[in-house]
């Protein structure tokens, strides 16, 4: 299998789509092709792939890998020569302009609205049990001091500066409140710190830094104007028992139900949802409640059988 992503950074979503297909599939031989430059810890964690590093993805390039299958993350008619010579899948996870595809899902059901398909062309990102979560012994919910982190990108478009103000009210209501951010850019950093008051920690993006959401009671998302297709963080989070607290937009509303973290519209709401953390028994309930849930739903087996069953509909030509 050859997979395809833009961003040869691990701490985004399609990179972090394109480890779950390697670890959903152990059975097959996989490339990786990435369409920028391929960041050192992007190396390590594709290090039992082949990884490459294209300007284009042309059908010379593919019919020479000796590919089998071709799956394009996110990928746009711009980056690729089609059709390709091979059976392609095309997963999408943003409105684009899609390259030529055998066969096209989406990420989740709002996109697949949002480009007319239809909802049984969906398929949900898995992820990953986070590292240690089976040895660890979980003292969240004794602790006193609630941690709030929020994880992302370190994209400009992804950290607006609208946060700051954002932040200073959460932390005017919450001053007990200890807040982490991973990703954020190096001008947000000092903002941020005055509008926590100085009780803010930052950690730069990595793949390991997923291991801090075993430690935060809940994570926070909030983009005032950024609606997220599928929205990766939550479903690590749910897998970590760390309580999403997010927009109540986007694919954040398909992987939240009742009694598993918050879907908030405002200020207020986002206090509201904070406040709860206080609570020991209804942190450990909710936390308890939110693994479960995303054991069940975000499993690299559930994917697994999924992706399988895209790819024999693809090999007997039952494309859409």
């Known amino acids: 299998m050859l997979q395809v992503c833009n961003v040869g950074r691990i701490m985004g979503g399609t990179a972090a789509c394109a480890w779950t297909v390697v670890r959903s599939l152990p059975e097959f031989q996989h490339t990786v092709v990435f369409l920028s430059r391929v960041a050192a810890d992007t190396r390590v964690v594709f290090d039992d792939c082949e990884i490459e590093q294209w300007d284009k993805v042309t059908a010379a390039r593919v019919r020479s890998s000796g590919a089998d299958v071709v799956l394009l993350h996110n990928t746009s008619a711009r980056r690729a020569e089609g059709p390709l010579p091979v059976a392609t899948l095309l997963y999408q996870h943003s409105r684009i302009t899609p390259a ?21 062309t969906v398929l949900h990102q898995a992820v990953p049990t986070p590292i240690g979560r089976e040895r660890r012994f979980d003292t969240r919910a004794l602790r006193g001091r609630p941690v709030v982190g929020r994880l992302c990108t370190p994209a400009p478009r992804k950290w607006p500066e609208m946060l700051v103000e954002f932040y200073a009210e959460l932390a005017q209501r919450h001053p007990e409140v200890a807040w982490e951010f991973v990703g954020c850019p190096a001008k947000l950093k000092d903002p941020l710190r005055t509008a926590c008051a100085g009780q803010a920690q930052f950690f730069e993006a990595a793949w390991s830094a997923r291991e801090r959401l075993l430690h935060w009671d809940a994570l926070l998302y909030h983009h005032p104007t950024l609606t997220e297709s599928f929205g990766r963080t939550a479903a690590e989070a749910l897998r970590a028992g760390c309580i999403p607290i997010v927009d109540r937009r986007g694919g954040f509303q398909e992987q939240l139900v009742d009694g598993c973290g918050h879907l908030c519209t405002s200020v207020g709401e986002f206090s509201n949802a904070i406040a709860t953390l206080f609570d020991p028994g209804e942190k450990l309930r909710q936390s308890r409640s939110c693994r479960a849930h995303g054991d069940r739903e975000f499993s690299l087996q559930r994917f697994r059988e999924e992706l399988l069953g895209r790819l024999r509909a693809l090999a007997v030509g039952e494309t859409a």
């Open 100 to 120: 030529a595809s055998d066969l096209r899902v989406y990420c989740s059901r709002l996109l697949a609205e949002c480009c007319g398909a239809e909802a049984d």
